[in-house]
């Protein structure tokens, strides 16, 4: 009898994704495409964009949406982020851009159908980008999970306005209570791309004291060629309700080195973190192309009801 039970449930799970499956395909046809600005949350700035595996409910509509599917609650979150963006020429630094970033992420989980919707605003010295993001995820299984992100972000400068939009398809799956697995894939039904952009990541947990975080991607074609992501972390308790975050990113797409840092002050209804994040140029390739770095602050706070 739980049998049948159990398998009801999950035709019932596997009928809802294919009908919000078919509507986010038929909603993304509307739209252009086009790189993305780079959202992180201020968790994963300090991990340097690491933990595709990490069952995260705030960065569901950021990095893999699936893992929202294993929560049974409710959280806001809200964050302000700096940023400075600076070049050296003839040995002297000199400062590019200075920008700002305010984000807010709602979620629920408490439902059949988990969900979430995120706003981030940027403003630049010349420029300002807006993004909206939904993602939903539902149970496949006893302990994996299925979940579905879409974005769409307007920029808009002096000169012009552009839009575009992606959807991501998430996949999570909890070994035990230590290992935990996660995959990615941004846009697999566009058509005429040459590069699909995908992530598999691994998360070992030992006694919440230690937890350790690697994914391994990047831009790939159909004989998976291309250009390789390869990002490491690692989060330390080192009080009772605090925790340090450590990252590194090496992106050979765009020729970017990431490290970051970060404390986290953890409660069952509250959490506010602390990050720092510096990303530096690893190759110029093009003449007269001076190597950049990027440095970020960032803070936020999550309540979970």
Not at 79 to 101: A, V, W
Not at 275 to 286: G, L, W
């Amino acid at each position: 009898m739980n049998r049948i039970i159990n398998h009801s449930n999950i035709a019932r799970n596997l009928q809802t994704i294919k009908i919000y499956l078919v509507i986010a395909v038929c909603t993304i046809c509307k739209h252009s495409w086009s790189a993305s600005y780079n959202f992180e949350t201020t968790r994963l700035k300090s991990t340097a964009g690491a933990g595709v595996a990490s069952l995260l409910i705030d960065e569901s509509t950021i990095l893999n949406p699936a893992p929202i599917a294993f929560f049974n609650l409710a959280s806001f979150y809200i964050q302000r982020s700096d940023q400075k963006t600076s070049t050296r020429e003839n040995g002297i630094k000199k400062l590019m851009d200075d920008s700002s970033h305010i984000g807010f992420i709602a979620s629920d989980s408490k439902g059949r159908l988990k969900g979430s919707a995120s706003y981030h605003k940027y403003k630049e010295k010349e420029s300002q980008s807006k993004r909206w993001a939904i993602a939903i995820a539902s149970p496949f299984g006893e302990s994996s999970a299925i979940g579905f992100n879409y974005s769409t972000t307007k920029k808009r400068n002096a000169n012009k306005k552009s839009e575009y939009s992606h959807l991501v398809i998430g996949l999570s799956h909890i070994l035990d209570e230590s290992f935990s697995f996660g995959f990615t894939i941004q846009d697999p039904f566009k058509k005429g791309v040459e590069y699909y952009p995908a992530l598999i990541g691994i998360q070992y947990s030992y006694k919440r004291l230690i937890t350790l975080m690697a994914d391994i991607g990047g831009k790939y074609n159909l004989d998976f060629e291309g250009d390789s992501i390869y990002k490491a972390a690692a989060q330390i308790k080192v009080f009772e309700d605090f925790f340090l975050r450590l990252g590194t990113n090496l992106d050979d797409s765009k020729n970017e080195k990431t490290t970051g840092i970060g404390i986290g002050w953890v409660q069952p209804k509250l959490s506010i973190d602390f990050a720092m994040k510096n990303t530096e140029s690893t190759n110029i390739i093009a003449e007269n192309t001076q190597p950049t770095d990027i440095k970020e602050n960032s803070f936020s706070l999550s309540y979970r009801f």
